[in-house]
Nanobody, 118 residues
Framework: QVQLVESGGGLVQPGGSLRLSCAAS????????MGWYRQVPGKHRELVAS???????NYADSVKGRFTISRDYAKNTVYLQMSSLKPEDTAVYYC????????????WGQGTQVTVSS
């Protein structure tokens, strides 16, 4: 089993920056890919960014050039650096992990709220 704990959410003004962290514990050695999803009420959860064990990253078109995902293997932690934030980035952000790159995300964090508002 893998446990994921997110941190770093909060309230930020439009144009501001925020960094989310997700620390993995338990059988973290089994993790291959990790990702960040977000969800707003009434909408499906959407993949924001992902990173494989080999460092291959993928971003949703809506965040390309503004968000950066990175991974600290020594700390079993993945980060999401968010810049130039917009009100439409407001959502609950979830960290996810999976043992197989091509498989579904198997482990989920509890979520952290990000609110972009003036």
């Amino acid at each position: 089993q893998v446990q994921l704990v997110e941190s770093g959410g909060g309230l930020v003004q439009p144009g501001g920056s925020l960094r989310l962290s997700c620390a993995a514990s338990g059988s973290a050695f089994s993790i291959n890919a990790m990702g960040w999803y977000r969800q707003v009420p009434g909408k499906h959860r959407e993949l924001v960014a992902s990173i494989t064990r080999g460092g291959i990253t993928n971003y949703a078109d809506s965040v390309k050039g503004r968000f950066t995902i990175s991974r600290d293997y020594a700390k079993n932690t993945v980060y999401l650096q968010m810049s130039s934030l917009k009100p439409e980035d407001t959502a609950v952000y979830y960290c996810a992990a999976k043992p197989v790159v091509t498989g579904p995300y198997k482990y989920w964090g509890q979520g952290t709220q990000v609110t972009v508002s003036s």
